[in-house]
């Protein structure tokens, strides 16, 4: 079963340090999301991308993250100063395989990358 | 502003014994109710989706109810590896790339 994956598992960096989370989304998916979950809270939307730009942003994703698809298979998501409250867990999300046999609508989550900022 | 409410926050069931978690929402223009389950330090696992009211899913000993302002997740004759915490979220505009907006959960913890 296809799945989505994410690299590294867990990332610790200092503060002030750029970061690049790495996501494999499944293939033949067109949209694909970035959230994130500090310890303990709830799962909060930062970026949504379709057709190689950003389709929708929340307040969090402000001018110190970015995202990219490099090629056709990765997407990433960059911190370029990290603070100490950006530590949590980043999930990579994708949805709608026009391809069939998956729900247009669903968004699939990948494992997550644990962010530890000192 | 788009609101996800769940409760309660966590819920202790013994085996076998049914019960249901609530989602309440408040999201201008839904366009998909979604169920996750989400176990300790992993991703958000999809389990459903809801788009009208009066809509029902099921899954194993999962059932999935939408009404105008609130889902319902049910859980009948639970097991130990029913476990987790269940995540209910909202989509509020039409097209695909839109984030969902999530609650805090339900923490289910099932005993043997």
């Known amino acids: 079963e296809p799945e989505v994956t994410q690299t590294p598992s867990h990332q610790v960096t200092q503060m002030g340090q750029e970061v690049i989370l790495r996501c494999v989304p499944i293939s033949n998916h067109l949209y694909f999301y970035w959230y994130r979950q500090i310890l303990g809270q709830k799962v909060e939307f930062l970026v949504s991308f379709y057709n190689n730009e950003i389709s929708e942003k929340s307040e969090i994703f402000d001018d110190q993250f970015s995202v990219e698809r490099p090629d056709g298979s990765n997407f990433t998501l960059k911190i370029r100063s990290t603070k100490l409250e950006d530590s949590a867990m980043y999930f990579c999300a994708s949805s709608a395989n026009l391809a069939g046999g998956i729900s247009y609508n669903e968004q699939f989550f990948g494992p997550g990358t644990r962010l530890t900022v000192l | 502003e788009d609101q996800v409410t769940q409760s309660p926050e966590a819920l202790r069931l013994q085996e076998g014994e049914s019960s249901s978690l609530n989602c309440s929402y408040t999201v201008s223009g839904l366009r998909g109710l979604f169920w996750y389950r989400q176990d300790p330090g992993k991703g958000p696992e999809f389990l459903f989706t809801l788009y009208s009211a009066g809509e029902e899913k099921e899954k194993e000993r999962l059932k999935a109810t939408l009404t105008k302002k609130e889902s319902f997740l049910h859980i009948t004759a639970p097991k130990p590896e029913d476990s987790a915490t269940y995540l209910c979220?909202?989509?509020?505009?039409?097209?695909?790339?839109?984030?969902?907006?999530f609650g805090k959960g339900t923490h289910l913890i099932i005993q043997p």
């Open positions: 979220a909202a989509r509020h505009k039409g097209g695909g790339a839109d984030g969902l907006t």
